[in-house]
């Protein structure tokens, strides 16, 4: 079945930071690619997605880039702010339309 | 289009109860999707719908849940004899159908088993 193993936490960074969250998958033929962001206190928000292999995804200053070669699909970000601070899922969607998430990475950013 | 709203947003309620919680989709959307968070975990699947149809269901869905889309729109997502266990965040998504679609969630119910 599909799988999403992404990078564990807690990772606490200072602000202007280059961040880095590994995610890599499994998954049969050829998937959707998605990273989505938790506030604290609020809903899960799609942050970026790619649907075919080297794809980069991006927004916010946020990029992520579909290797199909490497299963991954890593999370950067050239420099992190305090406002940064969440937890972050990468996930897959297949052909069975659901999503299969990660365990999520715990991001704390300090001043 | 105001998201995706779920209510309610908390519940507690006592082992052995019934409890409802209630999904509105983004409009239009014709499929809608049910996924449980437990702390310190990336949301799991449980069940979808196509308009009123329900067409997958996770082997995490028990006999003791259920679930509804009676005319496509809004959803229902019943547990009946709760469990300890049954603790977590219930997340409501939905999405338009199309190819290469993007699952739009709502805020989530926390629900407290005591």
């Known amino acids: 079945g599909n799988s999403v193993t992404q990078m564990e936490g807690p990772v606490t960074l200072s602000e202007e930071a280059f961040l880095t969250i590994n995610c890599t998958y499994t998954a049969t033929g050829y998937p959707s690619l998605f990273w989505y962001v938790q506030y604290p206190g609020e809903g899960l928000q799609l942050l970026l997605k790619?649907?075919?292999?080297?794809d980069k995804g991006s927004n916010k200053g946020f990029e992520a880039t579909y290797r199909k070669e490497t299963t991954s699909f890593h999370l950067e970000k050239g420099s992190v702010q305090v406002s940064d601070s969440a937890v972050y899922f990468c996930a897959l969607s297949g052909s069975a339309r659901q999503l299969t998430f990660g365990s999520g990475t715990q991001l704390t950013v300090l001043p | 289009d105001t998201g995706v709203s779920q209510d309610p947003r908390h519940k507690i309620t006592k082992r052995g109860q019934n409890v409802t919680f209630r999904c509105d989709p983004i409009s239009e959307h014709n499929r809608l999707y049910w996924y449980r968070q437990t702390l310190g975990q990336g949301p799991e699947f449980l069940t979808y719908?196509?308009?009123?149809?329900?067409?997958?269901k996770s082997r995490l869905l028990s006999d003791r849940f259920s679930a509804e889309r009676p005319k496509g729109s809004f959803s229902t997502l019943e547990i009946q004899r709760t469990e300890q266990g049954d603790s977590a965040m219930y997340l409501c998504?939905?999405?338009?159908?199309?190819?290469?679609?993007?699952?739009?969630f709502g805020p989530g119910t926390r629900l407290l088993v005591l």
């Open positions: 790619a649907t075919k292999a080297d």
């Open positions: 998504a939905s999405s338009s159908g199309t190819t290469q679609e993007t699952q739009y």
């Open positions: 719908f196509q308009n009123e149809a329900q067409l997958e």
